[in-house]
């Protein structure tokens, strides 16, 4: 019989640990199942209610989700960014990995969202989302011009995305959250560079 050495059963014990779904633990992740109409995600409203009932079917106990999009000033409603909307952080992945400590942290160069990180609600590694609607600067404020897909109501439009996995051309294209413009809002135009019209989720509390 082959022995194991006690180093290599330890390495196991912490991957094994790693790979596991920690919905308890979850404040963190990329929406696993996309809307059906590219950037029209119902409003900040609705995108919100999308991350609420993957978080629940997940077996998440946070009672406060919210998507991570920037919305353009609308009549009486002022302009919104992404960062102040999901809380203070620290925030952790559906397998229990901290992403990042703070807003600070989330917004700096040392977070910790990646390929292997930016999991979504389930903790499964299946279709690997690239861009991800944000609307948004690197610093997680409103990104200018024609970025929103209409405030996340049209599939006419652009949205600035970024890349989950932090890949891409020269320039902000290893932006987490503002790499460059879709080609447009509809699921056909989103998939064009790799996007499927998905988003990341916060637990405010």
């Not at 009549?75 to 559906?94: C, E, H, L, V």
């Not at 700096?108 to 999991?119: D, E, K």
Request: proline share 3%.
């Amino acid at each position: 019989m082959r022995l194991m050495s006690p180093g290599f059963i330890l390495a196991s014990v912490i991957l094994g640990g790693c790979s596991r779904h920690a919905p308890d633990k979850m404040s963190f992740f990329v929406t696993g199942v996309a809307t059906k109409e590219g950037g029209n995600l119902g409003g900040l409203a609705g995108a919100d209610a999308h991350c609420q009932r993957l978080a629940d079917a997940a077996g998440s106990p946070k009672r406060q989700w919210r998507a991570y999009l920037s919305a353009a000033a609308d009549g009486n409603q002022p302009a919104i960014n992404a960062r102040d909307r999901i809380g203070k952080g620290p925030w952790f992945n559906s397998r229990g990995v901290q992403i990042a400590s703070s807003l600070e942290d989330l917004h700096g160069a040392h977070n910790a969202i990646s390929r292997a990180t930016s999991l979504p609600e389930t903790g499964n590694r299946l279709a690997f989302p690239h861009d991800i609607l944000t609307g948004s600067n690197e610093d997680g404020t409103l990104a200018s011009g024609d970025a929103t897909c209409r405030n996340w109501t049209s599939t006419t439009g652009h949205a600035v995305i970024g890349h989950s996995d932090k890949q891409g051309q020269l320039g902000t294209g290893n932006s987490w959250n503002s790499a460059h413009l879709t080609d447009g809002c509809s699921v056909e135009l989103l998939q064009v560079r790799g996007g499927s019209a998905r988003f990341y989720c916060f637990a405010v509390d």
